[in-house]
């Protein structure tokens, strides 16, 4: 089955009391048991719950595994991963540039409680090999990254890690289950924020982890029931909805992203575009070889000052400024002051994250009208950064 066919028809078929095309969403908390104890495999929907078992059966379809289980967050499945796999005294393997909150989760959350967390640059492999020891349990990656979407060698990155006997997980949510297929790199778990393209329209929180290993998923099924960080029967239902048209959506997103950093790329108010299908971009080769598409997340970096950068992102007529990314609306946002907040400046500065970043999640609009918006707005910026040069010219 191609990768369309499943998102409509894996594990999906019409329901079977009434022969409804699409299945109902079993809005129940419990199950009427014919005898005590015995039941039709669902006994109380933090357990199991039908349509929430539908998704996970797409999901695990989609990454080309046997297990799913769904979570009310992105952190919250990245929260059952790490409880799982990390006792205190343990060791995990981090590039600089994770999600923010994956990374106040490790050190605010895990790292007092005993976990170690090291932060390694994964383009250097002999460096990461270097930095595991026999304590060390995760190698953690996100690849492309957010927000200056570096491509790491997933393929690489399994063969050191699997000489040492440690787990590789990768977050998958930038490039989805369309453009990147972890497991048949050799990750051992994926981890997906939902919310973003899966779920693909903005209107809910969810989370997953797959594995293809019973015994690597078991003790992720046991936490989801028993820590209970379970999404709603509707919201489960809302992403069955949005997962069917998974594959238009993320090809206009990725067709947008790369006419927006086409147009911006020789812009006098633009220092720098990230997009991993530049060819000069430091990762292209590799996003070629492992992607089979380059994603829908451009970020650039204006030639500005901070407060230009967030004037920039907060008058957009298209674009609307808020956290996220991957829905049908365009969103952007300013990292520094929003998702990656929560990672201290000079942390920031260390990972290259600067002030005047911007990060733009292109929505599946006509793209002359995406690329129009931002262009008006670095055209402004533009006259002033031209004025601003002119003066110091002056001056000098
Ligand atoms: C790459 C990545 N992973 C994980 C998360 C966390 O997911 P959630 O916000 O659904 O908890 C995010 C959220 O922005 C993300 O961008």
Redo the contacts with the bound molecule.
């Keep these: 089955m191609k990768f369309s066919t499943k998102t409509i028809h894996a594990a999906q078929p019409s329901e079977a009391e009434t022969g409804a095309v699409v299945a109902p969403i079993f809005q129940t908390s419990t199950y009427q048991q014919q005898s005590p104890g015995v039941h039709r495999g669902f006994d109380y929907s933090r357990t199991s719950n039908p349509t929430r078992a539908r998704l996970e059966g797409v999901l695990a379809a989609l990454e080309g595994v046997e297990h799913a289980a769904v979570f009310a ?6 929260n059952a991963i790490l409880q799982s796999y990390l006792n205190p005294g343990d060791e995990i393997i981090i590039p600089p540039d994770v ?1 923010g ?2 990374h106040r989760l490790l050190h605010r959350v895990f790292q007092p409680k005993g976990t170690v967390v090291k932060v390694v640059d994964f383009s250097k492999l002999e460096q990461v090999e270097a930095a595991i020891t026999p304590r060390c349990k995760i190698l953690w990656l ?1 690849t492309p990254t ?1 927000p200056r979407l570096l491509i790491y060698d997933i393929a690489a990155i399994c063969r050191i890690a699997h000489r040492h006997n440690v787990l590789v997980v990768v ?1 998958n ?2 490039a989805t289950p369309l453009f990147q297929q972890p497991f048949s790199l050799g990750a051992d778990i994926v ?6 393209y899966l779920a693909g329209h903005s209107d809910l ?3 997953a982890v797959l594995a293809e290993n019973a015994a690597i998923f078991e003790p992720i099924r046991y936490l989801q029931n028993s820590t209970g960080a379970v999404p709603s029967p509707f919201d489960c239902w809302l992403t069955l909805r949005g997962i069917k048209t998974l594959e238009l959506r993320v090809l206009r997103h990725a067709q947008n992203a790369e006419a927006i950093a086409k147009a911006l790329e020789q812009h006098p108010a633009v220092t720098r575009v990230y997009f991993p299908g530049l060819p000069d971009h430091p990762d292209h080769d590799i996003a070629a070889r492992q992607m089979t598409g380059f994603g829908g997340i451009v970020s650039i970096e204006i030639d500005g000052t901070v407060d230009e950068a967030r004037l920039f992102t907060s008058s957009r007529r298209y674009f609307i400024l808020g ?3 991957g829905g049908v609306k365009s969103l952007i946002c300013h990292p520094a002051s929003m ?1 990656h907040a929560s990672i201290p400046p000079e942390e920031r500065r260390k990972i290259g994250l600067s002030d005047t970043l911007v990060r733009l999640s292109p929505g599946i609009e006509a793209s002359d009208d995406l690329v129009d918006d931002l262009l008006e707005g670095l055209n402004r910026l533009g006259e002033d950064c031209s004025t601003k040069k002119r003066i110091e010219a002056i001056a000098t």
């Design positions: 967050s992105g952190l919250a499945a990245e999600y909150g994956t996100e957010n977050d949510t930038f981890v997906h924020s939902v919310t973003k929180i969810q989370g956290e996220s990314l998702t």
